[in-house]
């Protein structure tokens, strides 16, 4: 069978795409990125918000479309979508011919031919789902009820197929989460949080770094929790150290810490690790104490700016990124404004701003929604003028310095531009830069080169390269 992929969402989701993917190949499948040319479209979703819900429903039914005109005879559905409305999927959207969860995703090999066995009751839960014109094609909301817990977890034996680019790729650490923050659904999509073994992370290290892979980017829900639910003091620390010394590897980055699980011998692990990036990716969700209390997270504005003034003396020159959540319910006008504060007193390298979204199955949805839509997107434009004014301030100053960078490929707007990361760049979701006064037929991705940094646009650096590539 020809056998084409949509993954949404985050990189976690991205690793299960590429899992199925594997799986699907070890089967004999082809894989096609045409998704007219498939025999069977498998649409990998997220659910953690209404725009990530929204997308996913837009997808499987533009899928469902190529059932009609293309060669399409199989849809299958996965992801936190499919954990979380299993059975309004199958009988709201009829051309959906199987559903799996998280916690299924080798079941796909089962779910690509033939009428497979029927999924578990999980009861009646209805979602309210629309169409790309926004017409309704479902019933009114009503909250999930409970089902099963996912405990699935990939391991170093199990079939994957990158699809990343070939210098870098997602290695996740373990899964699941046992916060309980007030907006967010992953615990139940997810499961409880459960790390893989130091071996089989090392194995899989090993096995990617022959393969080309020069940049690992470890995540998980809470990346620095790594071993504690194993009893294993210090696990995250050796990890990077072991990480350090596999050969190949360039670049070992970690995505998704928390805040109350950053140890000082992660963050001395980190300084002394020539390979393990200086770069710490902590979403802390907000800065007022009124909100935090509210939100169910474990912090207060003074615990996070003594924590970050760790983190800066422990590492020196680390690049901090970190995301925030405006216009939760009862968030104020001075709460707001004890966030812009706290932004400016910080300085953050780089930041990400979301506008609240109210989700059914978190207990946060059982409190007003009572900061208007226009309201929420003010407070998040405010923070990101904010934000752009320290980031265009820190970037005049290091105009002139030499850095090393990453060459990612071709950049999207001309051919004959690259495009490339420095270390406290992460793909995706940081900046980048953009490599100017050199030949692109001489340079590919996954080098390494030494340039000067010569001007700045917007977020964006620019550089021009000072020597030929560090490594192949």
Known sequence: MKIGMVSLGCPKNLVDSEVMLGL???QGHQLTRDAADAEVLIVNTCAFIDKAKQESIDTILEMAELKKTGACKRLVVTGCMAERYRDELRAQIPEIDAVLGTGEVPEI?????????QDPPYGQRVIPLLRANGEPIGPKDQSPEPRDVPTYLYDASTPRLLATPRHYAYVKIAEGCDYRCAFCIIPTLRGKYRSRSHESIVTEAQRLASQGVKELLLISQDTTFY????GE??????????????????????????PTTITDDVLDAMAESEKVCKYVDLPLQHASDRVLKWMKRPGTRAGYERLLERIRTRVPGVTLRTTFIVGFPGETADDHAELESFVEAVRFDHVGVFTYSHEEG????????DVPAAVKRRRQSGVMRRQRRIVQKAQSARIGSQVRVLVDGPAAEHDLVL??????????????????????????AGQFIQAELVASRAYDLVVRPLSGAESA
């Open 362 to 369: 978190t207990s946060a949805h059982g409190l007003k929604d």
């Open 24 to 26: 699907a190949q070890e």
């Open 227 to 230: 071993g504690i639910d194993r």
């Open 419 to 444: 495009r490339g990361r420095l270390e406290g760049q992460a793909p995706d979701i940081d900046p980048q830069v953009y490599l100017t006064d050199c030949d692109p037929s001489g340079l590919s």
């Open 233 to 258: 003091r210090g696990a995250l620390a050796r990890l990077l150290r072991a990480l350090n010394r596999v050969d190949g590897l360039e670049w070992v980055r970690m995505l998704y810490l928390y």
């Open 109 to 117: 090999v089962n779910a690509l031919g033939g009428p497979g066995e």
